[in-house]
Nanobody, 114 residues
Framework: QVQLVESGGGLVQAGGSLKLTCTASTIFTIRDMGWYRQAPGKQRELVAAITRGGSTNYGDSVKGRFTISRDNAKNTVYLQMNSLKPEDTAVYYC?????????WGQGTQVTVSS
């Protein structure tokens, strides 16, 4: 059973920063890691993803403001979020692809006030 533990969400003013962390408990190799978000009434969307080798991919709305990184030894992925906007308000979900399949975290709320 793979468990993902997320942390770092919260309430922040527009222009502020937050850092999300997600750690996976698994003995199997993790390939891709990423963050998705879902705002009320909207579909879940990709925020950022990173391969095991470090190649990254970002959603258009966060390019230049968010940075994804990972520590393979710790099975941990990070999302540094800068210059936050009210439209970044959503539940953020961690996702991993391992050799045994894909797994989601429980989600962490990020709220950006104007």
């Amino acid at each position: 059973q793979v468990q993902l533990v997320e942390s770092g969400g919260g309430l922040v003013q527009a222009g502020g920063s937050l850092k999300l962390t997600c750690t996976a408990s698994t003995i199997f190799t993790i390939r891709d890691m990423g963050w998705y978000r879902q705002a009320p009434g909207k579909q879940r969307e990709l925020v950022a993803a990173i391969t095991r080798g470090g190649s990254t991919n970002y959603g258009d709305s966060v390019k230049g403001r968010f940075t994804i990184s990972r520590d393979n030894a710790k099975n941990t992925v990070y999302l540094q979020m800068n210059s936050l906007k009210p439209e970044d308000t959503a539940v953020y979900y961690c996702h991993i692809c391992s050799t045994t399949g894909g797994y989601w975290g429980q989600g962490t709320q990020v709220t950006v006030s104007s």
